[in-house]
């Protein structure tokens, strides 16, 4: 089965880079050329434009920012949709809102694609290990045609409902990411300013029961005051914004989000997403 690829940013290297190591096909397409070598190196074939990625694959997999690229990449001009689906399976795994994926969904189908939505949960090192969460939304049937791929970027690979309920968990876990990591940019400069070092108050963290891989992956940043993109702060601000527009109560995500598009507004959005530190200690 030969796979046509799309994006090749923090995630899209290291997941594309394991269906490779798992003596895949594939063939790579990236807006930045340059930005697809390293999986080029890896074996894969560089598409000079999306059509002949397309044309050349049985499977489709995108994985780019936000809901304005991946719109552009199936419904644009020289996008996914313009050259015939013939049936192929096309599978966005970038997170998006749920009415993108179904505005998708709905035009895969009338050009002849068929479609998931199969945004991820876990961050760079995850997506190198293949233990990605993925959240599938669409036909059964097409979910189980992908799962043996799925399966190889992910620990798990659950089918949840039809398009858009993949999209919809994701904005759900995202919710808990970003008030988490606020929570715990608060309680660090909470202690510190009581003279508990941030070194003093992680190993406490880490020991009690609100430890959590998540908080021990970051304490090498936060120790340091270094902060490089591994889940870049722009992408959690884009997705509380997403969770926002679903309309539903969430006070303490409200409030987490104004807090990352402030971080934005300052300069933050390439950073990783606790450089949310960074903006609190200034206010
Ligand atoms: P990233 O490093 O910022 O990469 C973004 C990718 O999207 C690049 O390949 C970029 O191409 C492409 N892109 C952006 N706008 C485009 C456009 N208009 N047309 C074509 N391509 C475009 O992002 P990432 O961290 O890999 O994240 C990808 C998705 O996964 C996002 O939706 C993010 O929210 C989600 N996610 C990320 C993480 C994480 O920890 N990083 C975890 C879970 C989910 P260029 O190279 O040309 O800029």
Known sequence: MKIGWIGSGNMGIP???NLLAAG??????NRTPEK???LIALGAKGASTIAQLVDEADILFTMVSDDAAVKEI????????ATPGRGKLAIDMSTVSPDTSRFLAEHCQQAGFRFLDAPVSGSVGPAKEGTLVIMVGGDKDAYEEAKPLLDKLGKVALHLGPNGAGTSAKLAINLLLGITVQGVSETLLFARSLGISTEQ??????????GTPLIRGKAASLLADNYPAAFALKHMAKDLRLAREAGVSTPLAESAGASYRHALEEGLGDLDLMAIIKHLEGN
């Open 74 to 81: 199936y419904t644009g001009p020289d996008g996914i949709l």
């Open 24 to 29: 895949h096909e594939l063939s790579v397409w």
């Open 36 to 38: 697809a070598e390293p």
């Open 15 to 17: 997941m594309a880079g």
């Open 201 to 210: 108050m992680l190993n406490i963290i880490s020991e009690s029961a609100v």
